[in-house]
């Protein structure tokens, strides 16, 4: 089946910027995603990716992606303490019967210290 | 704010209980929910898609008579956990997609079988 892959901690010092690394496996992926949870909570939809783009800008965050490579990448600048949460990348897979399923990475856990 | 509702956000109950899980659009109608589950520090594993005004799809290894899946209206998915037993306790999470934008995540539902 579809895969996702994920490196599973990363560490950073407050201001520096952090760059989480992701690579999928599914070739007709159309949409790739970057959802944030915090401990004891759900998912926070932080920003998403068309397959035909190369990469995608939100304030602090800058989502690349190379679709040859299956490589998918979420970029945070001056990460804050309050970004210390895990990181989960995920792909949107279509499947013929109708609907659609995203297939989620194991999650990178991103520690900020001071 | 949020535009998906789960509650209850924490269960504890005995071993033999049978445990519901709600899943509410907000603002939207879905056709289609997800539910997932997570185990600590682990990703989220889908364990069926849930559909309005028809049986559930099941991923395989879940079971369809453990957890029992309603989809009564196009706004509000229900989980249940049958005879619930300490392996079950887990974090619960549902999904929906609204329209072709992301699947919004509810904020989870803590589950803790004595």
């Known amino acids: 089946g579809e895969d996702v892959e994920q490196s599973l901690f990363l560490s950073v010092r407050e201001g520096d910027s952090s760059v989480i690394n992701c690579t999928y496996t599914d070739s007709s992926s159309t949409y790739l995603y970057w959802y944030k949870q915090e401990p004891g909570a759900g998912l926070q939809l932080l920003t998403y990716i068309f397959s035909n783009m190369d990469m995608k800008q939100d304030q602090r965050l800058t989502v690349l992606l190379n679709k040859k490579d299956k490589h998918l990448s979420l970029r945070i600048a001056d990460t804050q303490t309050g970004d210390s949460a895990i990181y989960f990348c995920a792909d949107l897979n279509m499947f013929s019967g109708g609907y659609n399923k995203l297939i989620f990475g194991a999650g990178t856990r991103l520690a900020v210290h001071p | 704010g949020a535009v998906v509702s789960q509650h209850p956000s924490w269960v504890i109950c005995k071993s033999g209980t049978s445990v519901k899980i709600e899943c509410r659009s907000l603002?939207?109608?879905?056709?289609?929910m997800f539910w997932y589950r997570q185990f600590p520090k682990q990703s989220l594993m889908l364990m069926a898609t849930?559909?309005?005004?028809?049986?559930?799809?099941?991923e395989q290894g879940v079971e369809k008579d453990k957890f029992l899946i309603n989809h009564a209206s196009l706004t509000l998915s229900t989980l249940t956990v049958t005879s619930a037993h300490p392996e079950d306790s887990s974090f619960y999470i549902c999904s929906a997609p609204q329209g072709n934008q992301p699947q919004h995540f509810g904020d989870g539902t803590r589950l803790s079988i004595l």
């Open positions: 603002d939207f109608q879905a056709t289609t």
């Open positions: 849930s559909n309005e005004g028809s049986k559930a799809t099941y």
